[in-house]
């Protein structure tokens, strides 16, 4: 329980430590702040006793002690920065004094200084101030200062420095230990991460795999049946072989379309792997096969619209199949649709209208709507476009599309 709320106070006084580091430092101060005022307003000629004995100590004027304890403050202020610095000025400063026979109580800046050169500081500078502070203190305690009890005394100074030390040593080791914890934990997140993006790739490519085994060979039966269908239809000279024939090759176009996409989602298939994607060009198969479908469709193009990038090409083609798509699926195979593609001033806009559900057509009913929208607006959104998509004045569908020739990206 003890040991708990000990941690808890600990953590809660790195933290304001961390939020604003200048409230410690000057809580740091609080204390060579009072011993200074006592020696300034203390007994000047008053025995220090303790561990030093009864010896007096000279005394300096107010106006000295006031300066010195000032600059042991705004060395302070500076321990976390440079802490050797800091450390080798209060050092200079108590030497002077101890020069003089006098004595300071502000002189326990020195722990304060030794504490942060071992939290802060380098060790291997840390273990010559340690040399630097034995030696000094064993000078002024036989030699400099005329105290009564020098060993005692020592001991003393000594001992409180070795503790100032092993308290920060132990802070920063601790410290580190909590660092590299977090390190740790930092790594085991990367690599659960990776585990998942790893487990997620196989379940892609075992889901790609039986995509293919089961759709692709439907897709080729169905492949078959159409061509074994449109030569037999052929040979007796009925009209269904164009139909059965426009049904085999619309088939080999969707298994082209789920080999590619599926080599994409097992593998990370690049782009320059892949077969060519469809452009303007090939929108006279895509309506050709619309028509055969039954749909009444006029086609015409406005500008140099093959020469417009592949990628632009690509959603061109893309929303145009879309919204017929949507055509026959709402509207039905007796409708009429007008594709009208103009490129012009870096601008490409494409217009595909219906005249509504022929007589007789009843829309499919519980169908989600908006599919098919939402795909044509996240197309033009690349390449900066704004779509329009809703009825006309005669009564059919109407979705107007204004692409740039450029990327958003390019845009922006």
Request: aromatic letters at 6%; one cysteine or more.
């Amino acid at each position: 329980m003890n040991d708990t709320w000990l941690l808890r106070a600990q953590q809660r006084l790195a933290a304001a430590g961390r939020r604003r580091p200048w409230v410690l430092d000057l809580l740091v101060t609080v204390p060579v702040i009072l011993s200074g005022l006592r020696d300034l307003f203390g007994d000047k000629h008053g025995a220090v006793g303790g561990p030093f004995g009864s010896e007096e100590f000279a005394s300096l004027p107010p106006s000295v002690t006031g300066a010195l304890v000032g600059v042991l403050l705004v060395a302070l202020w500076w321990r976390r920065r440079a802490p050797a610095v800091v450390l080798a000025v209060i050092l200079t400063v108590n030497l002077g004094v101890w020069l003089a026979g006098a004595w300071m109580q502000a002189g326990m800046a020195m722990l304060l200084a030794l504490y942060a050169l071992a939290r802060y500081g380098n060790l291997r500078t840390l273990a010559w101030f340690c040399g630097v502070v034995v030696a000094m203190v064993g000078v002024g305690m036989l030699v400099l200062l005329p105290v009564e009890h020098p060993w005692t005394g020592m001991f003393f100074m000594l001992g409180t420095g070795t503790a100032a030390v092993a308290l920060a040593l132990t802070v920063r080791t601790r410290a580190a230990y909590l660092s590299a914890l977090e390190d740790r934990a930092h790594r085991l997140e990367v690599e659960r991460d990776q585990r998942e993006r790893l487990t997620a790739a196989a379940e892609r490519s075992r889901v790609a795999r039986e995509m293919h085994d089961i759709v692709g060979h439907n897709l080729s039966v169905m492949i078959g049946l159409a061509d074994g269908g449109a030569v037999l239809a052929a040979s007796r000279g009925e009209s269904t072989a164009e139909p059965l024939r426009l049904i085999g090759e619309t088939g080999r176009q969707a298994l082209g379309e789920l080999r590619r996409v599926l080599g994409v989602l097992r593998d990370g298939t690049t782009a320059a792997r892949l077969s060519p994607q469809p452009g303007v060009a090939d929108l006279d198969d895509l309506v050709r096969r619309v028509r055969a479908a039954g749909l009444t469709v006029d086609y015409r193009t406005t500008g140099e619209v093959g020469a417009l990038g592949g990628g632009l090409q690509l959603t061109v083609y893309r929303i145009v199949q879309e919204a017929l798509t949507n055509t026959l699926k709402h509207a039905g195979s007796g409708s009429a649709a007008t594709i009208s593609i103009t490129a012009e001033d870096h601008t490409v806009r494409v217009s595909v209208r219906d005249t509504g559900p022929s007589a007789g057509f009843a829309p499919p009913v519980g169908d989600e709507p908006g599919h098919g929208l939402t795909g044509i607006r996240e197309r033009a959104g690349l390449y900066g476009g704004e779509v329009v998509a809703g009825r006309h004045a005669s009564g059919g569908w109407q979705v107007e599309t204004l692409l740039n020739d450029r990327p958003a990206s390019a845009l922006a």
